[in-house]
């Protein structure tokens, strides 16, 4: 007995524009089970969905909600950014965002894997994806989730194209309301500046090692070019990251400074008021790449006389502490295939 009826048929061919006989076959393969009988097809290229399912995603947008101490961020894929501004995708991006808001889904496999309006999630994305007119794939989200001492905030941009969330820990509830508008200051920066990881602590050694080659090398090669022009050559860094800069090296520092200032005639008397200084400079030049990929050691936009981690300190007075946030932009990571139109209609017209 077949566990299906017109109504199911009618169902998969709205979500997958395949055809009556084709909708029956497939359900049947799949003994009335709707998700099954959409993958029938799409292995058979049966259908719009099929079809649609096959090209690949990198344009669409990012959705973020905040309220209280949670937040969730969701980047749903579209073949177009023409469809991304569309109302029905709007609408999709809306319902995706307060579904994994609502259900405390912490990434992008879990929304897949739910449950929505009383159909699977695959289910309802074919749906959105036959009514839509193109593929559509929810890659990535984030949650955060803290209690009524962790302050939350986030930011879209305004073309939609990439979106930040960020929750810092807070010493009493009065802290964490007063650090909520901060921290969507400095939401709005790392959407700006796009920083990779929150702290240089969070760097693996071999990449800081690898980094650290890479960008020497690139410099001497930059420096030679200067060198036939007649122009400055660049300081070629011993390091990049403060995760290089140990008791040891910061002590050799200081002992070079001081020869520095000998050499200079400086009396010794005022060493102490001018090596401070000298050693931040040290430290902020064998640190770029924490300065460009970190987001608490960035210059912060708004004020650029302080990074973003002694801004926070100052707005805080030291009472909170940035713990985590996700900065998600569209597409970022997908291979898009170049498409050769002049050999796509000579293939059609049979060339």
Known sequence: MANFGPKDIKKLREMTDAGMMDCKKALAAADGDMDKAVEWLRDQGIGAAAKKASKTAAEGAIGVKVEGPKAVIVEINSQTDFVAQNDKFKALMNEVVEHAFSNELADAEAINASEINGQSFSEYLSLQIATIGENLVVRRSALIKGDEKTAVSGYVHSNGQNGVII???????????KMTPVLREIAMHAAAMAPKTLSYKDFDASYVEEETKGRIEAIKKENEELE???????????YISRAQLTDEVLAAAEEAIKEELKAEGKPEKIWDKI??????????????????QCLLDQKFVMD?????????????????????????????????????????VAKQMGA
Not at 304 to 333: C, H, M, P, Q, W
């Open 275 to 292: 090596l401070p200084g000298k050693l931040d400079r040290f430290i902020s030049d064998n640190t770029t790449l924490d300065q460009e």
């Open 304 to 344: 650029d006389s302080k990074t973003v981690a002694e801004y926070f300190e100052e707005k805080s007075n030291g009472k909170a502490k940035i713990t985590t946030f996700t900065r998600l932009e569209v597409g970022e990571g997908i291979e898009v295939e170049e498409e050769d139109f002049a050999a796509e």
């Open 228 to 238: 036939r022009l007649g122009k400055p050559l660049k300081n070629i860094p011993q």
């Open 167 to 177: 929750a810092a820990e807070c010493d009493d509830v009065e802290t964490c309301e």
